[in-house]
């Protein structure tokens, strides 16, 4: 069973960045697809990115494409979510998500448990 840890979440300014860490512990990251969501209060668990198991093939929400950029390093058992000109609306609960399939939907067999992101204006 994988356990995931997301850290790297913090507070910034509208403009800055942040890179947030997706570890796993007790199996291989690598036989998995990865995916990021995020939750603002009173708002559904939206996907944000996801990757498959080799980093070739990623997905982007719209209202992140150009900024975020989901990463993988196997060799580390880390995936990564780089976010470029936070914006205040990005501001949620960070969590990372694996699975055998490559989800756009929170059915994710295994997750985080979250990293807080707040983006002030």
């Known amino acids: 069973q994988v356990q995931l840890v997301e850290s790297g979440g913090g507070a910034v300014q509208a403009g800055g960045s942040l890179r947030l860490s997706c570890a796993a512990s007790?199996?291989?990251?690598?036989?998995?697809?990865v995916g990021w969501f995020r939750q603002a209060p009173g708002k559904e668990r939206d996907v944000v990115a996801t990757?498959?198991?080799?980093?070739?093939?990623?997905y982007y929400a719209d209202s992140v494409k150009g900024r975020f950029t989901i990463s993988r390093d196997n060799a580390k058992n880390t995936v990564y979510l780089q976010m470029n000109s936070l914006k205040p609306e990005d501001t949620a609960v960070y969590y990372c998500?694996?699975?055998?399939?490559?989800?756009?939907?929170?059915?994710?067999?295994?997750w985080g448990q979250g990293t807080q992101v707040t983006v002030s204006s």
């Open positions: 007790g199996g291989t990251l690598s036989r998995y697809a």
């Open positions: 990757i498959n198991w080799s980093g070739g093939d990623t």
């Open positions: 998500a694996a699975d055998r399939l490559v989800l756009k939907s929170p059915y994710y067999d295994y």
